[in-house]
């Protein structure tokens, strides 16, 4: 990416799963192995984890498994330990693939912006999958869910710790979630900041415009957000 964008006002806030990677399942598969261990249930593996926040995942199976609700933090904690291990050992031995101009792109906003991260993802696995491909030297902070249940309030976290980390105000209409759900989309509107819609399967093609996204496209293309964003041009659709 060789044309220099000024971006130095911008923050940009990254989902990771579906937007920047994909472990092909195997987190999935940890969380729903572990919960089935720690509280005796057989989960489904068809719950649709797409956007989801790890703690309410494990709220509602807790609930579904009929424990004594004075266990709660001892067995999420019981879970969080046993799932990042096992999440360890994926990365280690399985592939992974991350997505097209990624890097990159993470790599050219990490000089010129201000970035961080937006996933439902637990702290330690969200850094886990990062590692697995060098991009976690380039964030430090960031909303995770370890401790809210709903997107928009892991959103609100992430815009204060970037503000805390840059030690300096972001104005709303300057903050950009990159996500690749419906889920990010309303979190990013619940918080008043601009939503761009990463959509590699081009799973919301028919209804882009009805979901009120400013930029929809990939990663291949990113440099059509930032052009945009110097021109004024609040949206963007690429359907390439």
Known sequence: MNKFYDLRDYLFLFDIDGTILDTIGDGKRAVLEVIGEVLGINPSYETNFAGGVDLNFFTDFFNLANIDKGKF???WEIFKNKYIRLL???????????????YDSIEYLSKRANIGLATGNLRDAAFIKLKKFNLD???????FGDTVLKRGALVANAIKAAESFYNRKFE????????DTDKDVLSAQENGIIPALIDYRRKYKDCVSDLGVNYYGRFENISLLFSALKNNNSVFFDFS
Not at 137 to 143: D, S
Not at 172 to 179: E, P, W
């Open 73 to 75: 933090n001892e067995k």
């Open 88 to 102: 360890e050992s994926f990365a280690k031995k399985n592939e992974w693939f991350i997505y097209p101009n990624v």
């Open 172 to 179: 709303k209409n300057k903050i950009i979630l990159l996500g």
């Open 137 to 143: 030297i380039y964030f430090n902070c960031g909303g």
